[in-house]
């Protein structure tokens, strides 16, 4: 349209119409050249952009590393260690949240009340234990300890864990 041409039928635009007003034609090259340079440095910037850490993952070597502690952990602590084995490959961290979703999903744990995460039977039998805690405002919760034999299961599992994250 600033060089005079209608783009629905690639016709010139007629001279008395409005399009062809020297003020609107120069209105109308600014924008183009403005949306021009937003393009090329969108372009630019998405080509140079670094990218940040892709999804969690771990190599079979690296789960072959991972050693259970010799104390019973909380999961945030488990997945700490798995964190620190998988670190070199840059990736995003494998949160605490995401393996109690998966112990859930399998019914190692089970939600009692609706809000709180417990062991279920098979959880206890794996050793997984399931403690009540008072906060400091007095309120009760449900603190999970996991085993040796608890983490080792959750590191010998991880690639399920993975397919579950995938799943969701």
């Not at 937003?38 to 690296?62: C, W």
């Not at 050793?127 to 309120?139: E, K, M």
């Not at 999970?144 to 599992?157: C, V, Y």
């Amino acid at each position: 349209m600033a060089n005079g041409i209608n783009p629905l039928n690639q016709q010139p635009i007629a001279e008395q119409d409005l399009l062809n007003n020297v003020h609107i034609s120069r209105c109308l090259f600014f924008v183009s050249d403005v949306l021009q340079s937003v393009i090329e440095n969108t372009t630019a910037k998405s080509s140079k952009r670094k990218r940040g850490p892709g999804l969690f993952y771990i190599t079979d070597e690296q789960i072959k590393a991972l050693q259970p502690s010799e104390h019973d952990l909380l999961i945030s602590h488990i997945a700490d260690i798995i964190n620190v084995v998988a670190e070199e490959n840059q990736c995003k961290r494998i949160s605490a949240s995401l393996i109690n979703q998966w112990l859930l999903h399998t019914g190692l744990l089970e939600l009692k009340e609706e809000r709180f995460k417990v062991a279920s039977l098979q959880g206890t039998q794996l050793g997984i234990r399931s403690t009540i805690q008072t906060a400091l405002d007095g309120r009760e919760y449900y603190r999970n300890i996991f085993s040796p034999a608890a983490q080792q299961f959750i590191f010998d599992n991880l690639p399920a864990i993975l397919v579950f994250r995938d799943m969701e």
